[in-house]
């Protein structure tokens, strides 16, 4: 009995008594090896030949150096604390804890958690058959403060989103915000306006057929009827109907004389229109409707044509004169013939004449008196 006590003392001696709360565990190596991992207690630990880690299970991740080698050495000591978490190449894995995400795993990620931690459950992803993120797990995501792990794409209102994913196009997006792992593939998005609009060239310089150089401001209004077809069949929709309406004025007021292109506008809008809605159409653009708002003409050109519109105005006015001067003059050639054959008519229109001097005086005197006067009114009833 005195020797066994012997031993125990002399055990004891070379031993520290180490105590751990509940959210402390120590990883204890004893000449270089794994000896233990230890839970709360206390705990009596050799002081001289042993190494000792303490660790905080509040912080979720086992964190050490001496990981990978723990679990290749001594599973047995890992397995009752520890956690393992991989992920596959092209594979997500969402970490969650009590039901609540705290951390997202890329392609072939590895993380230890402590199991005491927990409970932890692990939901896995492939990026290449899942590369969206369902809306409720989205929002659960930024709730826990991991939308790092998202690419967030909008589309507004109005408009339709054209999906591509590592360049090639995937689909479209409705109005709205979706969700997609911020990894390969990557997701970007081509915002498509598919409400009507209008379409401007303005100061387009074009050189006529007599040589006149104008400037000309023109006006498309268009729709996108295919956004598959707008994206794909050219780089840029827009520049391409801008480029078009350009060349198609172009040609078509090049072949004509300003006189020409003055008095034929609304043709030109016709055949132009038709023209580019075939072509628009092959891109997927619905052309509605397209004009030549203004010809702006050089300042020398419009002072002539101010000059040739005063003259020809000017001319109509000496036609219209001289019509009213010819109407006038029928018409007393006609009274003169009346009044020849009928003088109680002119009688009618000397008194008449009197009546209006009359009007203009203040006083008037009848010399030959009132029975003179009303004598030539019977000789002028006879």
């Known amino acids: 009995m005195t020797n066994v006590l012997i031993r125990i003392a002399r055990t004891l001696a070379g031993r520290e008594r180490i105590t751990l709360s509940e959210n402390e565990r120590m990883l204890v190596l004893v000449n270089g090896r794994f000896d233990a991992l230890l839970g709360p207690g206390d705990h009596l630990i050799r002081r001289d ?3 000792r880690e303490l660790h905080s299970i509040e912080r979720l991740r086992f964190t050490s150096t001496y990981d990978r080698a723990l679990f290749r050495t001594r599973p047995d000591l890992a397995e009752g604390h520890l956690t393992e978490v991989r992920t596959a190449p092209g594979e997500v894995a969402v970490v969650a804890r009590d039901g609540r995400p705290v951390e997202v795993l890329f392609p072939e990620e590895r993380v230890v958690y402590w199991t005491d931690a927990g409970p932890f459950t692990v939901e896995r992803f492939d990026l290449a058959e899942q590369p969206r993120v369902a809306p409720t797990l989205a929002r659960r995501l930024e709730q826990a403060g991991l939308s790092r792990a998202l690419t967030t794409l909008r589309v507004p209102d ?12 995937a689909g479209r997006l409705a109005p709205g915000v979706h969700a997609f792992w911020a990894q390969r593939p990557a997701a970007t998005v081509k915002l498509v306006d598919l409400r009507q609009r209008a379409h401007e060239v303005a100061g387009q310089e074009i050189l006529t057929r007599d040589r006149v150089t104008i400037r000309v401001n ?8 295919d956004p598959e077809l707008a994206v794909t069949t050219v780089t840029d929709f827009e520049e391409a109907l801008h480029r078009a309406v350009q060349l198609v004025f172009r040609r078509r007021l090049g072949a004509l004389t ?3 292109l003055l008095a034929e506008k609304g043709a030109v809008d016709v055949e132009a229109g038709e023209t580019l809605r075939a072509e628009m159409a092959r891109i997927g653009i619905e052309l509605q409707e397209i004009a030549l708002k203004d010809v702006i003409l050089p300042g020398e050109i419009r002072e002539i044509l101010n000059r040739v519109v005063e003259a020809e105005k000017a ?4 036609v219209i004169l001289r019509r009213e001067e010819t109407n006038a003059m029928r018409s007393l050639l006609n009274t003169a013939k009346v009044m ?3 003088p109680v008519m002119l009688r009618l229109k000397e008194l ?3 009546e209006a001097i009359a009007a203009k005086v203040d006083h008037l005197t009848v010399h030959n008196g009132t029975q003179g006067l009303l004598q030539d009114i019977a000789r002028l009833r006879d």
């Open 315 to 318: 001319a109509e006015a000496n």
């Open 49 to 51: 030949d042993s190494t």
């Open 218 to 225: 023109l006006t498309a209004v268009y729709r996108v009827t």
């Open 340 to 342: 020849e054959n009928n």
């Open 258 to 260: 300003l006189d020409q």
């Open 158 to 169: 109005g408009m339709v989103g054209m999906l591509f994913l590592d360049g090639v196009l």
């Open 352 to 354: 008449e004449a009197l």
